[in-house]
């Protein structure tokens, strides 16, 4: 009588891409176990096993996709050779990311808990702590310009930084929506102009003087 074949060894790399893609696509609350145990191959039992629960699987899921598809525009971002190309970079990064094909469109991280009730406000709260993540990466390249004298010192890094994060989860709704991928990268150029426009005038980013 033949020998089976030894059960293939439990890829947990490959078990977290495609939790994050069903995450991404339907969101925390409306995933279920059932759900997340049959696209990865597994039942829940042994799901339960390799990630505890749920939310644990969803916060694995949420360092993957930081890992591998935010991390791309980021790349992009530290590589330009200035801080605007710099920020141009992320931004037509995203736009990109939040537009590939094959994959759910817009930012898992801003879709994948927008809709969550009081009842996961640890999930939610978690979310929030990663979405503040893209602020504070802008922050920080604006305030390296500022201390190696490319950017002005009275310049508002924190408000710069607010706009184009907050720009950035719009942008996410709108290919969410299905916006074209060229209609957003012309956004971005607009984005890029009210940049041009606040530095050309520093007391428009800079704190008001009496």
Known sequence: MARLGR????DREAALHTAMLVFWERGYEA???TELSAAIGINPPSLYAAFTNKENLFR?????????????????????PDVRSAVAALLHGSVDQFTADGKPHGCMIVQAAANCTADHESVRDFALRCRA?????????LER???????????DTERIAAFYTTFLNGVSVQARDGAPRAQLHALVDMAMAAWDASLAAPSAVGPATA
């Open 31 to 33: 995933t279920s176990t």
């Open 7 to 10: 059960p293939r060894a439990f």
């Open 145 to 155: 310009a500022v201390a190696e004298g490319e950017l002005a010192a009275e310049v």
């Open 60 to 80: 694995e899921a949420i360092g993957h996709y930081e890992a591998t598809e935010a991390a791309v525009s980021r790349q992009a971002m530290n590589a330009a």
């Open 133 to 141: 993540r893209t602020k504070s990466v802008i922050k920080e390249r």
